[in-house]
């Protein structure tokens, strides 16, 4: 079954590490997202990536890092620079859309549910 | 103003009641409109796109109003299952590559 998957589920964290999500997708989709949600808010974009070895910051991308060296992977680095990164993260992906019609219909995987002690 | 705004609730309603949802969106240059519908502790799915012309699926009923800026989702026949939070999507301007999400609303439908 195609889809995206999220690796770990739950996390812990000292203050002061750094922790790597894993996003890996077998959509073929070209454009992969990261958001983060916080309870009772909306997601907001960290990081997005179009195309391989390109990505763009988003919204709140401060203390994250990302790559995307193979298209169906899309790794987020939580570094310690990031001062609340207690939340759930969400990995997405999508086909390009059309010009001018922007993304077509994001697919999530589970999230990412990441916990500093 | 904000650039998608929703009222989070929560709508609490009796099964088989119809409920209706709105969301406000500030671009008027935005292209494109979407709910999806968010499980506690899941991950937001999509629901249904809007349409200019309307768009309905089975119990649920999606319209686009581009002149006062508002999409509504309008749900009938409520079911217990129907309880989650429906997060309303804009992509805010042509071209743009990324969704601009709302908070959501969320809807309790007891027996």
């Known amino acids: 079954d195609g889809g995206i998957t999220q690796s770990p589920k739950y996390l812990f964290r000292k203050e002061g590490q750094n922790v790597t999500l894993s996003c890996e997708q077998n959509?073929?989709?070209?454009?992969m997202y990261w958001y983060r949600q916080d309870p009772g808010q909306g997601l907001r974009l960290i990081y997005y990536?179009?195309?391989?070895?390109?990505?763009q910051k988003g919204d709140i991308a401060e203390g994250y890092s990302v790559s995307r060296e193979k298209k169906e992977s899309f790794p987020l680095t939580v570094t310690s620079a990031q001062k609340n990164p207690t939340a759930f993260y969400l990995c997405?992906?999508?086909?390009?859309?059309?010009?001018?019609?922007?993304?077509?219909?994001?697919?999530f995987g589970e999230g990412s549910r990441l916990t500093v002690l | 103003r904000k650039e998608v705004e929703q009222d989070p609730g929560p709508f609490n309603v009796p099964e088989g009641a119809t409920v209706a949802f709105n969301c406000t969106y500030s671009?008027?240059?935005?292209?494109?409109f979407f709910w999806y519908r968010q499980d506690c502790r899941k991950e937001p799915k999509l629901l249904m796109s809007?349409?200019?012309s309307g768009n309905e699926d089975g119990r649920f009923t999606a319209q686009l109003n581009r002149a006062s800026q508002y999409i509504s989702l309008l749900i009938r026949d409520s079911k217990l299952s129907d309880s989650a939070t429906y997060l309303c999507?804009?992509?805010?301007?042509?071209?743009?590559?990324?969704?601009?999400f709302g908070k959501g609303t969320m809807l309790l439908v007891s027996p």
């Open positions: 997405a992906s999508s086909m390009l859309g059309t010009s001018g019609s922007g993304p077509g219909e994001l697919f």
């Open positions: 959509l073929n989709h070209d454009a």
């Open positions: 990536s179009q195309i391989v070895n390109d990505f």
């Open positions: 671009n008027s240059a935005s292209q494109s």
């Open positions: 809007v349409y200019s």
């Open positions: 999507v804009v992509n805010p301007r042509s071209g743009y590559s990324t969704l601009t």
